[in-house]
């Protein structure tokens, strides 16, 4: 297993693209704050509570919930809606493999809190759930520790959230790259929770390949066994956490899923988002960023196919270039509101 503090800037991608590369055709609000919760508030949500929340600037704030399943506090950035003065939906942003404990996350890489400046939405986002594809761990695991995430993300964590910020119940999903695969296992573990998902550049084929693959690198660089997570590869527990396999359970939730080619486009210059005129960053979001972004587009062109099949109705936006980058999934999300916004009514 590789360690992901010894991965580096670039040893996420670049360890994931080693692995996949071969599987490719041709290639080998106000603030708050409270140390604890009421016992009854505790009590009433099965032990998951509001630990605390901070104002940061604006209608952005930074809240900590405590999660009763995983035993600790998770935090999580949140963007209230233009207009409080009624209860509004909530859309959950989930991160990609570093589940925003790094850099990589949206308000950093994004524009984000402008884009959502007009709109009347809560934005929850946690920060933390790096390499642990958001899904409940069959056992705990030595280096990523105790997860749940469908626990958290599907029961503890949404009535928190509607009472902190006063919503009206509403919700739908969206994620990126690892997210972008949990997040379908979301909207199929909780159909009733979530009206509409988006998908960015993931792979919904997690118990075949390449998919398989995809998995078993990106837990494999937190330094987690993937074992901990489904159990036996090829068993049961990969089978039931296979968006591709239970696509049946999407039917109903307004989807949309987006990916590009791999082959570099407008986000892949010199002077593009991020790339600050470094060429060896550049060269890291062409080379390994592209191998990625073809790999994801593999299994994308699958779900399509395997929701057409099922009569499922879905939005595919199949872009012809791109690599799997920050530029691309901010157009994502603005391409795919729309659909996301109709169906939380708004």
Not at 209 to 233: A, K, S
């Amino acid at each position: 297993m590789v360690n992901r503090t010894v991965a580096g800037r670039y040893g996420v991608r670049l360890a994931i693209a080693a692995a996949v590369v071969a599987t490719l055709p041709g290639f080998g609000v106000p603030a708050l704050a409270s140390a604890a919760p009421a016992d009854n508030a505790a009590v009433a949500n099965g032990g998951t509570y509001l630990v605390s929340e901070k104002n940061v600037k604006g209608r952005t704030s930074t809240m900590t919930v405590h999660s009763a399943s995983m035993d600790r506090d998770i935090p999580l950035q949140v963007i209230r809606p233009a207009d409080t003065s009624e209860p509004r939906p909530t859309l959950y942003l989930l991160n990609g493999a570093g589940g925003g404990e790094d850099n990589a996350s949206w308000q950093r890489n994004t524009d984000l809190v402008g884009f959502f400046a007009d709109k009347n939405v809560n934005v929850v986002s946690p920060l933390k759930g790096a390499f642990s594809y958001y899904t409940d761990w069959e056992k705990p695991d030595p280096e990523l520790g105790v997860n749940k995430w469908t626990t958290f993300l599907t029961e503890e964590l949404p009535p928190v959230i509607d009472e902190a910020l006063g919503t009206n119940g509403v919700n739908a999903i969206a994620g990126i790259s690892m997210a972008g695969s949990s997040v379908l296992s979301l909207a199929e573990a909780a159909p009733h929770l979530y009206t509409g998902v988006g998908a960015y550049s993931g792979c919904a084929m997690t118990s075949s390949d390449p998919g398989r693959t995809y998995v078993n690198m990106v837990v494999g660089i937190g330094g987690g066994d993937p074992e901990n997570m489904w159990g036996p590869e090829g068993g049961p527990g990969w089978v039931a956490n296979d968006p591709y396999v239970n696509a049946e359970k999407l039917r109903g939730l307004d989807i949309y899923v987006s990916n590009g080619t791999g082959l570099p486009g407008p986000g892949d210059r010199l002077d593009g988002p991020g790339i600050n005129g470094n060429i060896g960053t550049l060269a890291n979001q062409i080379i390994v960023g592209g191998a990625i972004e073809a790999a994801t587009n593999q299994c994308t062109h699958a779900l399509a196919r395997k929701l057409h099949d099922l009569g499922i109705p879905a939005t595919f936006d199949f872009r012809p270039t791109g690599t799997h980058s920050w530029s691309y999934w901010e157009e994502d999300l603005h391409k795919s509101w729309p659909m996301l916004a109709a169906s939380m009514g708004i």
